[in-house]
């Protein structure tokens, strides 16, 4: 690992989300619609399921989307696997690309939460609740971005991933499921779901559920790159 190359595919990265209007937007949405929320709420407290809405929305929309977005690029130009062939080695781009993704999620995310109301997160199980999810969301968006050719192809799977996973909590409330059916129970098990169990109960618990979530996305992520090393 060389923090010299990590450094520099960091500021190559941090100028590039600068001057793309798209990723600005990704990373200002949960931050509009926190704002919205936070006018209609007219005082009232925003219910937790309601805030994790948000944070699973900033989630799979600025984390997965932006690390993305960012390596879709690159493997639109050509320039992906030239970047995994150079002396920089796996460890430098991830790391590289996902300090950008990080600082681009924790811009969203603390904003998002100072206008809805920061204090259900003010505590040690909460934030390392946050902080699996975070592991969670970015190391899929890498796996996914090995996969996807182009920007465009990026959509095709961000779409639906940001429904079924970051928008969880409100797939309950559409009623397109059956109280007690399995699909509900199975969402239940969903990692955002988890974290907003977290908060109710003294157990550990829905820890170790997310903690299983992200030990399945790593395993993903890893397949995808070693597929990728070997088509070159």
């Given at each position: 690992m060389s923090i010299r190359r990590i450094n520099a595919i960091?500021?190559?990265?941090?100028?590039?989300?600068?001057k793309n209007l798209t990723m600005l937007i990704t990373m200002f949405t949960p931050i509009i619609i926190a704002l919205v929320l936070g006018r209609v709420r007219n005082g009232a407290e925003l219910t937790l399921a309601m805030v994790y809405i948000i944070v699973g929305g900033t989630f799979a929309v600025v984390t997965?989307?932006?690390?993305?977005?960012?390596?879709?690029?690159?493997?639109?130009?050509?320039?992906?696997?030239g970047l995994i062939q150079s002396p920089a080695s796996l460890l430098d781009i991830i790391i590289?690309?996902?300090?950008?993704?990080?600082?681009?999620?924790?811009?969203t995310l603390i904003?998002?939460?100072?206008i809805v109301?920061?204090?259900p997160?003010?505590?040690?199980?909460?934030?390392?609740?946050?902080?699996?999810?975070?592991?969670?969301?970015?190391?899929?968006?890498?796996?996914?971005?090995?996969?996807?050719?182009s920007v465009a192809g990026t959509t095709a799977y961000l779409m639906p991933f940001t429904?079924?996973?970051g928008f969880t909590p409100m797939?309950?409330?559409?009623?397109?499921?059956?109280?007690?059916?399995?699909?509900?129970?199975?969402?239940?098990?969903?990692?955002?779901?988890?974290?907003?169990?977290a908060h109710d109960t003294s157990s550990w618990m829905p820890m170790g559920i997310i903690g299983i979530w992200v030990l399945g996305a790593a395993i993903f992520t890893y397949l995808c790159f070693r597929k990728t090393r070997m088509d070159d």
């Open positions: 960091f500021e190559k990265d941090i100028k590039d989300l600068m997965t989307g932006t690390i993305m977005s960012m390596m879709a690029e690159e493997n639109e130009k050509k320039t992906l696997r590289g690309k996902s300090l950008v993704t990080v600082l681009a999620t924790l811009f904003v998002s939460l100072l109301g920061i204090g997160f003010l505590d040690l199980k909460a934030v390392l609740g946050l902080v699996l999810l975070l592991l969670f969301f970015l190391l899929l968006g890498i796996g996914f971005a090995l996969s996807a050719k429904f079924l996973f797939i309950g409330t559409l009623g397109l499921l059956a109280d007690n059916s399995i699909g509900l129970r199975i969402l239940d098990k969903f990692p955002v779901m988890q974290a907003v169990q």
